[in-house]
């Protein structure tokens, strides 16, 4: 009997530890830190997944349009586009995959489509005053066309190149015309913002624009006596002169503009050797101006936004300055073509393609800090060797009118090169529309082609 009794209570024993042991694994598993399945934080990182990939999406598309930019100049073709009798293409932009849209010497303002070959020409936009009250313009045309950033408008010379012409995108319909800022030529125009333009003019001065919502509800409610859609005339809301205090204040013909939209500045390029630097927003302030290490020929100017650096295209160099650097801190390339001048010059991921008077297309990394070299066996359309190596994509042979002058002056000259007078790439990096003419002023011609 008592064995009995102290195996029941042996039992009962064991079964209490048992009890406890329990117990106590339960007031461990309780003290784990408990999981949040709650939605919000389920979202949240659901989200963070997603930047995560976006991100990694975003590095990997940036690392095939650079691997892209690298390799796509060695090989580049080319086709030629007949333009008929029009004389030298001097600006061009992409409006969309398969048209650009281009100026002319001969102030003539047209539409390619690169599919068909296809022209079409949009009507010039006249002043408020008559056109026998202006003055002898022939032979100065079209030298600037942009977009604003949201491409629903279109700024370029009117039929009048001392004013401003703007058009409505997609259908190129007229909105207006500033008729009362300049007293020179057109030669550059800058968007600032998706309603307010800048001009560079040839008398000195910088023009600012704006295209207010008034003047866009004001267009298109009729027709003038040659079928063009009527649109309004607007004045400067500023106009500026560039500084002439350190030069031949006839020699300050303002070039070239290039807008720095992370910063709201505005480059400006003069044709006395200077590079200038403007605040501009609603507004603009001048903030330094320096004078380049090359002053011949300084018609072309870019911004890589990327490399917060402006690129200077002048008679046989591209200098690249930067504002936040010293004056004297800026490196310069030569194009190894003396004499014919940089015509056009822009940047497209980490490569700076130019366009040369001798009609060569150069291309400079400039991570590396030199010219893309000619890939090994590379030859098709009008390639060559330029220097040592160096990939040169040299434009075809045009049309050339041979008329009095070239009959009296250029007729024992066999051959002569279209200069690259305008470039453009398209949206996909994978399309460089490429116009001009020939060099000499006084010949008429006209070149123009899509590298693919």
């Known amino acids: 009997m008592a064995r009995k009794t102290v195996s029941r209570k042996r039992k009962a024993a064991e079964q209490q530890a048992e009890q406890l042991a329990w117990g106590e694994s339960v007031c461990k598993r309780k003290r784990l830190p408990a999981v949040k399945k709650s939605v919000v934080c389920f ?15 975003h590095h990997l598309q940036q690392s095939l349009r650079s691997c892209a930019a690298q390799r796509l100049p060695g090989i580049l073709r080319e086709r030629e586009f007949t333009l008929g009798t029009l004389n030298k293409v001097f600006a061009s932009q992409w409006l969309n995959h398969r048209q650009v849209v281009c100026g002319t010497k001969c102030n003539t303002l047209f539409v390619a489509d690169v599919l068909t070959g296809q022209i079409t020409k949009i009507p010039m936009l006249k002043d408020r005053e008559p056109a026998s009250a202006l003055l002898d313009q022939q032979g100065c045309g079209i030298h600037a066309i942009e977009l604003n950033p949201s491409r629903t408008l279109l700024a370029t010379g009117g039929d009048n190149p001392n004013s401003l ?9 007229p909105v207006c015309v500033g008729d009362d800022g300049h007293k020179d030529w057109i030669f550059s125009i800058a968007w600032i913002s998706d309603n307010m333009a800048v001009s560079g003019s040839r ?5 600012l624009w ?13 027709h003038d006596s040659t079928g063009v859609p009527t649109y309004s005339h607007i004045s400067h809301r500023a106009l500026k002169d560039i500084p002439k205090e350190y030069t031949n204040p006839y020699n300050c013909k303002v070039r070239a503009l290039a ?14 050797g200077y590079f200038h630097l403007w605040k501009a927003e609603h507004s603009l302030c001048k903030l330094l101006s320096t004078k380049l290490p090359h002053c011949k020929e300084n018609v072309c100017l870019a911004y890589g936004q990327e490399w917060s650096v402006y690129a200077v295209g002048s008679q046989a160099h591209v200098s690249f300055l930067d504002p936040r650097q010293p004056p004297n801190n800026v490196k310069s390339v030569s194009s190894r073509e003396r004499g014919s001048g940089i015509r056009s010059v822009s940047f497209y991921e980490h490569i700076i393609t130019v366009g040369t008077g001798h009609g060569s297309l150069l291309f400079y990394d400039i991570r590396a800090q030199r010219f893309l070299e000619d890939p090994v066996g590379a030859s098709c359309g009008h390639k060559g060797r330029l220097g040592e190596g160096i990939l040169n994509l040299t434009t075809g042979k045009g049309w050339l009118n041979h008329d009095e002058t070239w009959r009296s002056y250029f007729s024992d ?10 470039h453009c790439y398209d949206s996909s990096g994978t399309k ?16 123009a082609s899509l590298w693919s």
Not at 203 to 207: E, F, L, P, R
Not at 210 to 219: G, N, P, R, S, Y
Not at 413 to 422: D, L
């Open 413 to 422: 000259i066999p051959y002569f090169p279209n200069a690259v007078y305008t």
């Open 259 to 272: 807008f720095n939209s992370n910063n709201k500045e505005l480059g400006a390029v003069s044709l006395d």
């Open 165 to 173: 012409a703007v058009y409505r995108l997609p259908t190129l319909d």
């Open 203 to 207: 008398d000195g001065s910088m023009g």
């Open 210 to 222: 704006e295209v207010t919502e008034d003047v866009l509800c004001k267009t298109g409610d009729g």
């Open 43 to 57: 979202l949240k990182g659901r989200e963070f997944r997603q930047q995560q990939q976006q991100q990694h999406e």
């Open 432 to 447: 460089l529309f490429v116009a001009g003419g020939p060099l000499p002023s006084g010949l008429h011609g006209n070149y």
